[in-house]
């Protein structure tokens, strides 16, 4: 059993039944879907993410530990890294975070994140997108995942446009509120990089901050874009094209 994992149930649609079906997956193993014979107490492996390449899990390894806080709260951390790359010296860290609403982040399993892992020390682009985030929450049902994401697609442009209105006006408290909103609902879906900007972008309002306002919708507008393409790729249903749900172009 590895040290960090997460273990979903799948819906049942039977009543009358001996086998009921699980997922499981943690920051090395890929989602892997079981069904489980509960009188033989036998484990069937169903199917597994797919993962390009020569990926091989016995490479990385996962730890879990604590930090304690200023305000001597216990903070869980989740570390994962490849075995080989590790040495007894410093060596560079990506640290992400989030605890919102009594909000967790179970471990889940990233194919993005492994080519991190292989090469420590480069500088990296993260996915605009990580729809394993959003699989995590509502499960794996291409549907209702392509669901969530226009769903999201056509919130995030409504927001967007306010954002532009609000940044015309020099009006920074409401910028810093819509910026607020789609933190939560980037992050929900899995797009954190837009998360984080927009996290950044609150923050800034907060100090008021102008000239780190103003790069931070540019960088906003950027991160929008890469967002919505990465969505078109995703959603099983293909690129929306009506004009309420594509995130709207930057206004000169």
Known sequence: MEPLFSRLFSHAREFDTKRFRFIYESLVTPRTWYEYEVATRKRTLLKQQPVLGDYDPKRYESLAFSARAKDGTKVPISLVYRKSLRGGQAQPLLLYGY????????????PSRISLLDQ??????????????????????????????????????????????????DDIRQIGAIAHKLKSSSRSVGALVMGDLCAELE??????????????????????????????????????????????????
């Open 203 to 252: 923050n800034a309002c907060r100090s008021g901050a102008r000239e780190s306002i103003a790069q931070g919708v540019v960088k906003f507008e950027a991160a929008l874009r890469a967002v919505d393409a990465q969505i078109d790729r995703l959603t099983t249903v293909g690129p929306m094209t009506t004009a309420a749900a594509k995130l709207p172009a930057t206004i000169p």
């Open 99 to 110: 605890g919102s609403y009594g909000f967790p982040m179970d471990p889940w399993f990233s």
């Open 120 to 169: 420590p020390g480069s500088v990296h682009t993260a996915p605009a997108l990580d729809v394993a985030v959003l699989e995590s929450l509502v499960g794996d049902d291409p549907q209702v995942v392509s669901e969530f994401l226009e769903a999201y697609r056509t919130s995030v442009g409504r927001l967007a446009i306010e954002l532009r209105a609000a940044r015309a006006a």
